[in-house]
């Protein structure tokens, strides 16, 4: 149907699919965080950009973009594989600064907060940076920050298979201790689960693939949170060994309507996907907590 | 069999507490405790006094500050640790009793099956086996956990509180299930509980943490006979020789009492919490049985009354 040198082989393939391929991968990795983070600290409205994980990998690659232009390291800072390792040590910092908290602060919604007043104190640190940058950096920023899933690029799509699928084979190596975390550290404990380790590769897993959707894609907002809730409406189980692949598929669909709809079909204006993202996720969350009175893990 | 051979768990000068930067709360005196197989044993005492810590340091999941513990096999918990998870199904929670033998991928065998259906039909859970646990009820809820415990299949089961939020039924059923338990299975139990009345009546031994932080060991019926109990819980009007609450005969009426049975002692209770005293006297009540049916008698001067109820008869009397 397509010719090697057709236009529309060249859409399909410069364009189309790798959108399709990033959609989904970037879909399950941003659930998956999501149903982690909720599972292991035991709150249902834990999520990558809630608590401001999203925002800790974008500190860190607005530094990187913005900052890089002042050093010697051009080369450097443009390899896909450096902006990945950024938005990853972002959104691993951020996870380790709220489990630490998370110790001192039992109630759900003192957490919450502590999340926001993250990601606000980061977004000021990048609005400082973005005062001090020159306009065509800041136009790059920006349109990052509005999150997309249609500028990768083959290369890019590489570093995103690769650390997506590592970071979603952790996790599911990861279903004992995510069951056993409902329960809690004592029984845990007693039933052999090893915790420790199993929260730093969780905070491994999901700053790895929180951080290079949100380094190549922007920030995404809602998936992490609205899908586990989504998927336990349709599957009401509580066993990771279900709930991770379901939720890791429901994310990866979510994001290719949330994309459908982002292309405003019978158009060629494309909206920024956060926006389609909070505008469906948003109301979702709105819909569950009234009709299920009280959601939770 | 050597005295060795029946041990299940064994403390030597253990210290239990908690540390804290340099601060150390030492919760005891050094603990040298022993449970040997097959025995229920309930382990009392006021709240905070550190009934949970030492179970939990039992179990292994809290370390000890020194001295040293030789559990002969492992333990299963019972907790009054909140479970999240509102989808997990009561299946679910016991399977989690198989997760030490499981692997990464949780693959049950004919065997974790089989010792899952086995706790489940234990505890008498079969028809709600897949009922979500928000759905259930505090005593099923209990009963859950301690079919997880079960699964375990460990010698050892360490409680904490099992009892505590649930009405006298449910508290009894749990009890006589770890009693049985000990004696069917040589299951050795160690029950935190604050009921003394059921702890008296099951327990093979008691544990009771007293004010001066140590523990004393015993079995029931010596430490309510020596005083043991009366000075730790400082009874307020309650006779634990005779286990009823204490009365003041405040309407300084002798009654002599006749009968016997259940029906005898009720009446007893009836009088004396009244304020009447049971004693030789002229008035006499006297318990009989009409077609079935208790009859009370009361012989007052010479004269007979019939009452077919405890309430005609105090009308009567006070009157």
């Known amino acids: 149907m397509f010719s090697e040198t057709g236009t529309s082989s060249e859409i399909l393939w410069q364009f189309r699919l790798p959108k399709a391929i990033t959609c989904v991968l970037a879909g399950s990795a941003l659930a998956c965080g999501g149903l982690m983070m909720q599972t292991l600290f035991r709150n249902p409205m834990a999520g990558p950009d809630v608590l401001g994980l999203t925002s800790g990998s974008s500190l860190l690659v607005a530094i990187l973009l913005l900052a890089g232009r002042y050093g010697s390291f051009i080369t450097f800072v443009q390899s896909p594989w450096s902006v990945a390792l950024a938005a990853s040590l972002g959104g691993a910092m951020v996870f380790v600064i709220i489990i630490s908290i998370a110790k001192y602060v039992r109630d759900n919604t003192a957490l919450l907060i502590v999340g926001l007043m993250i990601s606000a104190a980061t977004s000021s640190v990048v609005s400082v940076l973005q005062f001090t940058s020159q306009a065509d950096d800041l136009q790059t920023f920006m349109i990052w920050m509005l999150g997309s899933v249609g500028s990768t690029n083959w290369s890019e799509l590489v570093v995103l298979t690769i650390t997506i699928s590592m970071g979603l084979g952790i996790s599911m190596s990861m279903i004992k201790a995510l069951n056993g975390m409902l329960l809690g550290d004592s029984y845990a404990q007693n039933l052999a689960i090893n915790i420790k380790r199993a929260r730093t590769w969780i905070v491994i897993a999901t700053g790895m693939m929180v951080g290079v959707v949100t380094a190549f894609c922007g920030p995404i907002a809602f998936v992490g949170l609205a899908v586990p809730h989504l998927v336990r409406l349709i599957i009401p189980v509580s066993n990771h060994k279900i709930l991770l692949p379901a939720v890791m598929l429901g994310g990866a669909i979510l994001l290719l309507i949330c994309d459908v709809i982002a292309q405003l079909p019978g158009s060629t204006q494309v909206l920024p996907l956060n926006a389609i993202t909070s505008m469906i996720g948003a109301p979702v969350v709105i819909w569950m907590v009234i009709k299920a009175k009280r959601i939770s893990v | ?319």
């Open chain 2, 1 to 319: 069999m050597s005295e060795l051979d029946h041990i299940a768990l064994q403390t030597l000068n253990l210290k239990i507490g908690y540390k804290k930067d340099d601060q150390v709360r030492v919760l005891f005196e050094p603990l040298s405790l022993t449970l040997t197989k097959g025995e229920l044993v309930c382990f009392m005492g006021s709240n905070g006094i550190g009934k949970t810590t030492l179970i939990k340091t039992l179990a292994g999941i809290h370390p000890p500050i020194s001295g040293s513990i030789t559990r002969n096999f492992p333990a299963a918990i019972v907790l009054t640790d909140k479970v999240s998870g509102n989808l997990m199904t009561v299946r679910d929670l016991v399977t989690y009793g198989r997760y030490p033998y499981l692997n990464w991928w949780l693959t049950l065998t004919d065997q974790d099956h089989h010792l899952i259906e086995t706790a489940i039909k234990k505890v008498h859970l079969e028809s709600i086996a897949n009922k979500h646990l928000s759905q259930l009820s505090d005593g099923q809820l209990q009963m859950a956990m301690i079919a997880k415990a079960l699964a375990q299949d460990t010698n050892i089961l360490l409680l904490d509180e099992p009892t505590a939020h649930l009405d006298l039924n449910n508290r009894v059923e749990i009890m006589n299930l770890l009693r049985s338990l000990a004696r069917e299975t040589g299951k050795t139990i160690l029950v935190a509980t604050h009921e003394l009345d059921l702890a008296l009546q099951t327990a093979d031994k008691i544990w009771l943490a007293t004010q001066h932080k140590k523990i004393v060991e015993g079995i029931p019926e010596d430490l309510v006979l020596d005083g043991t109990f009366d000075n730790e819980f400082q009874l307020k009007g309650f006779d634990l020789k005779t286990g009823k609450v204490k009365h003041t005969p405040y309407r300084k009426t002798l009654i002599q009492l006749e009968g016997s049975g259940p029906e005898f002692l009720w009446t007893k209770n009836a009088l004396e919490r009244n304020g009447y005293e049971v004693g030789p006297s002229k008035t006499q009540v006297t318990v009989t049985f009409k077609e079935g049916y208790p009859e009370y008698i009361l012989s007052l001067s010479g004269a007979e009354v019939k009452f077919e109820s405890l309430k005609d008869l105090l009308i009567r009397l006070k009157a």
